[in-house]
């Protein structure tokens, strides 16, 4: 696997290989790797040429300075895993090869309704700081493929806005990857490392509350559903940032269900400081 720090160094060596027509697959990631980053990297190399994975904490993202300091950092592991995987490039740029001009590029993206609820609502600032470093990381790699995993639902979403905006929606496909989970049902997240014992047991009732919502979904008004699942995180000791039933492909929630229209049930809470999100396609 071949290390760069450098935009230009990468940069020459993605040339390099349109020059010889490898198509290039990539996964951008925050480090703190699972096996569900990794299996992003697989499905990457059994479509592509080569495959780029990039480790950055991207500043603009955190709403929250301390979820910023305490989010895991695990290179030398990192490193490890992606070696085995197959992985052909990291990128591990600094803040500066990212933020050149260091005001962290004072864009605005309209992403419209996407950014006034669930973690938009509940993160202000977060999907503009997540658009800030993907414009600029698909503007240095160029990707054919971009990989994401459904994990992060409405990300997804807006980054799909964005591609549309940046005007690279013909250049290059998104391909989004199911929620590798753990043998208990919470979904695999870098977040995980923080918790305790007890928090980590407490943890699979997010999932275990998305199966609730799944199994008991029934046409008509979805309310009292929201509320019952809601009042099993917070019995639990979660503090509840959202408890969502929408549509799965807009967003936009949905309070009675005509029994047809494809659903995604959404989650964020906390457990402590710790902030978890997890989602689960309906029918
Ligand atoms: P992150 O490092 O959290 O920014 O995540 C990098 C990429 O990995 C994003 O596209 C995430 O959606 C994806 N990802 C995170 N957790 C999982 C998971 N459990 N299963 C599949 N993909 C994931």
Known sequence: MILFKKNEDLKSWIQEQNRCEVTIGFVPTMGALHQGHLSLIDASRQNNGKT?????????????????????VTFEKDIELLINTGCDVLFLPTVSEIYPNGDFEDKNFDLGFLETILDGKYRPGHFQGVCKVVSRLLEIVQPDNLYLGQKDYQQCMVINRLVVLLGLNKKIKINICPTLRELDGLAMSSRNMRLNIAERKTAITIYQTLEFIKSHIEKGNLEKLQQ?????LERIGFKVDYVAIANATTLSPILNWDGEEKLVALIAAFLNEIRLIDNMVLN
Do not use: G, R
């Not at 603009?60 to 895991?72: G, L, S």
């Not at 019952?228 to 099993?232: G, Y």
């Open 52 to 72: 780029i994975c990039s480790i950055f904490v991207n500043p603009t993202q955190f709403n929250d300075p301390k979820d910023f300091e305490k989010y895991p």
């Open 228 to 232: 019952d699942a809601t009042k099993i």
